[in-house]
Each structure stands twice: as C-alpha cells, then as structure tokens.
C-alpha cells in the first residue's frame, strides 16, 4: 500500500523543484558558435600550395610581416588564399575581427573567417571544420590555450592537420603561439610564474598536453608566449626540465621556444627554417636529465643551452645546431642571473646555424640596417622590393685584405640594382643590370689596415613585389 505522503514533505519537494527550476533558469545557455566571415563568400580553389609555413607570435595580434611572407609562400607569390581565424572567445571591445581585419589588408587573401567557439563539443562543428579544410591558413587568436586544448580528439584537430598537410599553413599568438606546439603548457588548472614554477616544478598550475598538433621539424618543443616582458624564462625551464625527467618529449631531450611581445613573431617555412620578426625570441635546449626535478622542491639543472634570436636572424630546426648558444642554470630554485643576454660559447662556423638572413624592416636606412656580419660564409641575405622606392640595407665588417663577393638574384616581378657602400655611405661598388628579373654582382677588396663597416644596399630601379631577391655573400 503506498504510503500517504505530509502536507511538510509536500511543501518540501515543491519548494526543491521550484529552486531547481529557478537555478536553471539562471544559467547562461551555451552560446551558439559564431561565424563572420570578411572578403569573398566562395573559397579559392587550386590543385596544390608550396608550403607549409608558420608563424608564432609572442602576443595575440597577426604580425603583418611574418603573416605577409607565410600567405606569399603558401600561394608561390600567385593566386590567392583563404584563412580562417578560431578564437576561443569574441573581443570584449573594438572589432568583432581583428585578426581577420589585418589579414584582409594583406596582399594575396581571398577570404577571412572568424570562428568564435566556446565550447569543446564545438570542435564537431560541420560548417566550422567546412570552412577550415577550405581554408589555406588556421590562426588561432588569444585567449585561453585551454580551450583550444580541449578540441584535441575532436574533428577540428584533424581539418588543422589536413590544411598544413596540403600545403597551406598554420599559427598563431599568445594562446594561439602554445597550442602549436607539440607539448603544450595548456594552463588549464590556471597560470604560474617564473618564480613559482622554479620552486616546484610539479606545482598544482603547471599541466600540459601532449599529441595534438605534431608539425614537420619542430618535434619535442614547447612554445611560451609575453616572454621578456612578463619573465617567462624560468618557468619555461621549469617546463622543460620536467619534460626531461618525464619522458614527456622523445630522446631525453627538450625545446622551448619562447617569443617576445610587441611584434615578435618566428616564421616556420616548409624546410624547417625558422625568421625571427620584430622582437627577440629564445630558444632554450635542456638535452639531460635534471639533477632536482622533484615535487615541492626547488628545480636544480645545470647547464640549459640558449639561443637569442634577434628580428632578422634564423635557425634551423631541420638541422638544430650545436653551436651559438650560452648556458645558464639554476640551483634550488633560484636562477643564474642575465637569463635573457650571453655570449655564445662557440660560433656556428660551418655548422651552418648562422648562414641566412631575412631582412626586417624598416631597414630602409643604414642606421636601421640588418645586422649580417656575424653570418658564416658563405652566407645569404634576403628581402623584397615592396615598392618602387624600396631600399634595403645590410651591415657588413671586413677585416684588412678581405674581399667580400655579392651575388644577387633576382625576381622577375621588379629590376633592383645592388650597392656597395662605405661607412658614411659613399659608393665604392655597383651592379646596375637592365631588366626585370636580372642578376646583379659586385666585389670588393678592403685595403686599408684594421677592419671596417659597409654597408650592402639593393634599391628598387622598377616594378615592384612581395617576391624574395637571394643575396650569396662570400668573404675570402
């Protein structure tokens, strides 16, 4: 016999289910993901793309440069592309899209697409993994590198990967910089300092991902982003030193790749190739076990090997170098001081880390030239005439009796002349070759005793473009 139920107990549970419904009525709903698309509504279509190319960027922003060469190299300097930008959140101010607001600017870009995803299920969004496996380059914006982190398994991982897979390319800055790593600090039990990570490396905000995003040449690293600015040196130690002593990253060895604010970007082309842009980034080696890498103990490494790359300079993740690099360590918890400045050890000399260099303008004077004395010879020096004004300027020292031979190619989108400038800028040398596309060459013998400082200058003559002119640079 079912038992009769009291006007309290009644009262009760209606008073329960009432609150339940209120409470539900108060929770946000999961909003819907947004879509803005800017620029054409159809998608390009072509057989194939020459990258794949990729920028990471030390703040949230696109930086035009780097973005600027990754769209010429995925396209071949033809045609045009489309991008899509995911973001984890929309812009509390200003611009519903600004990533794609500068990549529209760009030359070469077909469309631009904002993806505003809010939730991880998102990741299986139709129209959202649609757009992207259209698209030719994925940016992730800033924002929460958690989020992102959660579409790992889901469908949106897969579109990423068949986009670089085809030739396009990928990147991104801030949050959108740690999730194109293989290991990934994804922050999701909240953030850690420097300070905070050295003195217990198994601190309960340090957590990462591994596996999601596995691109060619740039296998065992882990990105960091804000990197001088906010001091991010000892943490991404910490990170790496951990990484080590839990097999975190194959061969006992680990990579951070740690990338300033205010511009910096490090651009990856298709031969593993990486170009510092606007700041400095770091790239900081821990290639053995740590001596202290124990829970609610300090951090003791001796010996993490780093390198500084400043706006022009490249190196090699194809091929790592083992030269061009300072040590710094830290002993309980307490790092060397002068983390982010050093003296090499050693120069690259034929080992070939220190052979290219991509201009980074302005250079367009020569007190704002690219530095390429400490290049190995023979070395290359590259950059574009983007306009029919267009100068770029590259420093050279020569020591007394040393003859510096310079051998241009160059695009057939614009003529440029090449000049061989003295201190104060006086022309000692030129090639002035007629004709879009030609070759220019000069040679140069210092003569007088001690060393000196030239400057390499190639000037448009006509016609202009985003293709790259190559420079071989060769002292004897």
Not at 89 to 107: I, K, N, R, Y
Not at 336 to 347: S, V
Not at 403 to 426: E, I, K, N, Q, R
């Amino acid at each position: 016999m079912k038992r009769p139920t009291s006007r309290a107990t009644a009262f009760l549970a209606a008073a329960l289910s009432a609150a339940a419904v209120a409470l539900t009525l108060q929770q946000p709903a999961h909003a819907a993901a947004g879509r803005i698309r800017l620029g054409s509504a159809a998608d390009v279509s072509r057989a194939s793309w020459n990258g794949p190319a990729f920028t990471m960027n030390g703040a949230g922003g696109v930086v035009t440069a780097s973005m600027a060469r990754a769209v010429d190299e995925i396209r071949g300097g033809t045609g045009s592309l489309d991008v899509v930008v995911l973001a984890g959140s929309a812009p509390t101010s200003g611009s519903p899209t600004p990533e794609c607001d500068t990549v529209m600017a760009l030359a070469g870009v077909n469309s631009c697409t904002t993806w505003t995803l809010t939730a991880a299920n998102d990741g299986n969004n139709s129209q959202v993994n649609t757009d992207v496996r259209n698209a030719e380059f994925v940016y992730f914006a800033g924002g929460d590198q958690c989020r992102y982190a959660a579409w790992k398994g889901t469908a949106l991982e897969a579109s990423v990967e068949s986009v670089v897979a085809k030739g396009g390319g990928s990147g991104g800055g801030s949050a959108g910089h740690h999730i194109s790593s293989p290991l990934v600090y994804d922050a999701c039990n909240g953030s850690v300092t420097s300070t905070e990570a050295l003195a217990n490396p198994y601190h309960r905000s340090v957590s990462f991902t591994t596996g999601m995003f596995e691109w060619a040449d740039y296998g065992a690293v882990l990105n960091d982003s804000h990197f001088v600015d906010r001091d991010r040196m000892g943490r991404t130690m910490s990170f790496l030193a951990r990484a080590v002593k839990d097999g975190l990253t194959p061969d006992g060895a680990a990579w951070g790749v740690g990338v300033e604010e205010g511009g910096g970007s490090l651009f990856l082309d298709r031969n593993g190739q990486a170009t510092q842009y606007g700041e400095d980034a770091y790239v900081v080696l821990a290639d053995h076990q740590p001596e202290q890498a124990v829970e609610r103990t300090p951090l003791t490494y001796t010996g993490f090997k780093i390198w500084r790359l400043t706006p022009g300079s490249t190196y090699d993740f194809r091929n790592r170098p083992t030269c061009g690099y300072y040590l710094r360590s830290v002993t309980n918890g307490v790092p060397d001081a002068n983390l982010y400045n050093g003296t090499p050890l050693t120069d690259c000399g034929s080992q070939g880390g220190a052979r290219t260099l991509a201009e980074s303008e302005p250079n367009d004077t020569r007190g704002t030239a690219d530095d390429a004395t400490g290049l190995a010879s023979p070395a290359t020096v590259t950059g574009s005439m983007k306009s029919t004004s267009d100068r770029d300027y590259f420093k050279v020292a020569l020591a007394s009796g040393q003859t510096a031979a310079v051998t241009c190619t160059v695009p057939a989108a614009y003529d440029a002349d090449l000049y061989w400038l003295d201190s104060a800028g006086s022309t000692l040398e030129r090639s002035v070759n007629d004709g879009a596309g030609t070759g220019e060459s000069l040679t140069f013998t210092r003569t007088a005793a001690g060393s000196g400082t030239y400057y390499l200058e190639t000037e448009a003559y006509s016609g202009s473009g985003t293709a790259a002119y190559g420079c071989t640079l060769t002292k004897s």
